[in-house]
């Protein structure tokens, strides 16, 4: 089976503030990890995957394989990185030769105050 | 440049009434995948499918079913809706490659009666 769990519901943080949203995951083979992102009144849409290693409008994040997390970071937030964000783990689907299975979190709002 | 898009934005509809929520992607994607979010809950699985004519049960498929005829259509089904499967369904696609990214519909907000 596989599982993402997002601790946090709700983070919010001061504009400036480092912003740390907390992911763990449970699978049993080599995972593929993403972040997704849901601006007010948009689609949902990916916002970075492990592999790429990149930053996107400032994020990052880490596969920590011991620990199983997937933590998405940014040193200094701003205003309009308010969102929702899902963490995301895709696996093989049960039956052999079948998709990749998407699993999401349940997802943390992040709200950075003025 | 709109690439998954689902038949309706919002519906209304009474208790036992058969529904119907219509998927379509342009991308020629292998997998297609329905959601429900709700709030505090997240993305939870109901269905997906891998090929045309297959699918997989995700986490949640009690009271729905699905179906896949052509690559590019994914349907989900109620058999007869309740007040319990109010909520806001989003449909996504995605290629067999991997670390590929799932491209999401606009959603639509059901409401049962």
């Known amino acids: 089976a596989q599982r993402v769990t997002q601790p946090e519901k709700l983070l919010s943080v001061f504009k400036g503030a480092p912003v740390e949203l907390k992911c763990n995951y449970s699978?049993?083979?080599?995972?593929?990890l993403f972040w997704y992102v849901q601006y007010s009144r948009q689609r949902l849409q990916l916002l970075l995957r492990?592999?790429s290693r990149e930053s996107i409008k400032g994020f990052t994040a880490d596969l920590n394989k011991g620990e199983t997390s997937f933590h998405l970071k940014k040193p200094f937030a701003q205003e309009e990185d308010s969102a929702m964000y899902y963490c995301?783990?895709?696996?093989?689907?049960?039956?052999?030769?079948?998709?990749?299975?998407?699993?999401f979190g349940t997802g943390t709002q992040l709200k950075v105050e003025l | 440049d709109v690439k998954v898009t689902q038949s309706s934005r919002y519906l209304v509809k009474r208790t036992g009434e058969k529904v119907f929520l219509e998927c379509v992607q342009d991308m020629d994607h292998e997998n297609m995948f329905w959601y429900r979010q709700d709030p505090g809950l997240g993305l939870r699985l109901i269905y997906f499918s891998y090929d045309v004519k297959m699918k997989e049960k995700g986490d949640i498929p009690e009271g729905y079913s699905v179906s896949r005829e052509k690559k590019e259509r994914f349907s989900l089904i109620l058999e007869s809706a309740s007040t319990n499967q109010t909520s806001m369904y989003l449909c996504?696609?995605?290629?067999?490659?991997?670390?590929?990214?799932?491209?999401f519909g606009q959603g639509t907000r059901l409401t049962v009666v």
């Open positions: 996504a696609s995605s290629s067999d490659r991997v670390y590929t990214e799932a491209f």
């Open positions: 492990h592999i």
């Open positions: 995301a783990l895709s696996g093989l689907g049960v039956l052999t030769g079948g998709g990749n299975k998407l699993t």
């Open positions: 699978y049993s083979g080599s995972p593929e």
